[in-house]
């Protein structure tokens, strides 16, 4: 080829990159909402390869096909506050889960009964106490003030939970065998540790701002009374509080480990 013939295609490499999604770190957030779609891998759901388009407005947001209005004015959301609150201490739990593997990779002794106590922790804390309250109570108020399920956050969030399920059960499994299966335990909580701690930062810094452009003052207290009614009937009462105390002693156990 001539190099006086103008090149009217580009190569491979530079299509590829042209393919994927810059995802860059917000610079003006009224004109650039590209960051969106770092938060929002719910996108990968729709068919066709198609994204999820999220577009940012005066009066409201929207994604996909879904309009979700912003409230009239910001209100203090106390149950998102209290479910935030609730992810702090697991991401607690998951920092000493993380010094855990890291031990067992350097084969230096365990505490005793940590592995154990953080089965349970993840499965009665986690799960059984936070994850619950969201999918019996919180989750559908948000679907019936318009956050869509399919295609859409909550999907992806409920999808989250069945997995983290999943490798829950294999650290549990592993935690029991005799002598200890360190291989799958370790391989089991790295796969949980990332996707519970990207879980719990979608849920920060997006549902939860969705929640509160759509919920109103009285969807947050009958939702604040829910939460405080499923404690109460599933036995559930003082659980944060005897949690965080366990969270407390082994991380001053696990202390410099």
Same mark, same amino acid.
């Given at each position: 080829?001539?190099?006086n !013939?103008?090149?009217?295609?580009?190569?491979?490499?530079?299509?590829? @990159?042209? /393919? @994927?999604?810059? =995802?860059?770190?917000? =610079?003006?957030?009224?004109?650039?909402?590209?960051?969106?779609?770092?938060?929002?891998?719910?996108?990968?759901?729709?068919?066709?390869?198609?994204?999820?388009?999220?577009?940012?407005? &005066?009066?409201?947001?929207?994604?996909g096909?879904?309009?979700?209005?912003?409230?009239?004015?910001?209100?203090?959301? =106390?149950?998102?506050?209290?479910?935030?609150?609730?992810?702090?201490l697991?991401?607690?739990?998951? @920092?000493?889960?993380?010094?855990?593997?890291?031990?067992?990779?350097?084969?230096?002794?365990?505490?005793?009964?940590?592995?154990?106590?953080?089965?349970?922790?993840?499965?009665?804390?986690?799960? =059984?106490?936070?994850? /619950? &309250?969201?999918?019996?109570?919180?989750?559908?108020?948000?679907?019936?003030?318009?956050?869509?399920?399919?295609?859409?956050?909550?999907?992806?969030?409920?999808?989250?939970?069945v997995?983290?399920?999943?490798?829950?059960?294999?650290?549990?499994?592993?935690?029991?065998?005799?002598?200890?299966?360190?291989?799958?335990?370790?391989?089991?909580? &790295?796969?949980?540790?990332?996707?519970?701690?990207?879980?719990?930062?979608?849920?920060?810094?997006?549902?939860?701002?969705?929640?509160?452009?759509?919920?109103?003052?009285?969807?947050?207290?009958?939702?604040?009374?829910?939460?405080?009614?499923?404690?109460?009937?599933?036995? !559930?009462?003082?659980?944060?509080?005897?949690f965080?105390?366990?969270?407390?002693?082994?991380?001053? /156990?696990? &202390?410099?480990?």
């Open positions: 080829m001539s190099d !013939l103008l090149q009217r295609s580009v190569t491979t490499a530079v299509a590829r @990159n042209l /393919a @994927n999604t810059t =995802k860059t770190s917000p =610079k003006m957030m009224s004109i650039t909402p590209r960051w969106v779609l770092s938060l929002l891998p719910w996108t990968r759901s729709v068919s066709g390869g198609l994204c999820l388009l999220v577009r940012i407005l &005066k009066d409201g947001l929207i994604l096909s879904y309009r979700i209005p912003r409230s009239s004015r910001r209100i203090i959301v =106390k149950s998102v506050q209290s479910l935030k609150a609730e992810r702090q697991i991401e607690r739990g998951l @920092n000493l889960l993380e010094k855990a593997v890291e031990r067992i990779n350097a084969r230096q002794n365990l505490v005793e009964d940590f592995l154990a106590w953080a089965v349970r922790f993840l499965q009665q804390f986690a799960d =059984k106490f936070h994850h /619950a &309250k969201e999918e019996d109570v919180f989750f559908p108020v948000l679907k019936q003030r318009g956050i869509p399920e399919q295609g859409g956050p909550l999907g992806v969030m409920l999808r989250e939970h997995l983290g399920r999943r490798y829950v059960d294999q650290m549990r499994e592993a935690s029991q065998a005799q002598p200890l299966d360190a291989n799958t335990f370790v391989e089991a909580a &790295k796969q949980y540790i990332p996707l519970l701690r990207q879980h719990i930062f979608k849920e920060n810094n997006v549902l939860f701002h969705m929640a509160e452009r759509v919920m109103s003052e009285a969807d947050d207290a009958d939702v604040t009374s829910r939460f405080s009614q499923v404690e109460q009937e599933r036995g !559930l009462t003082g659980w944060h509080e005897s965080a105390n366990d969270v407390v002693g082994w991380e001053q /156990a696990l &202390k410099g480990g």
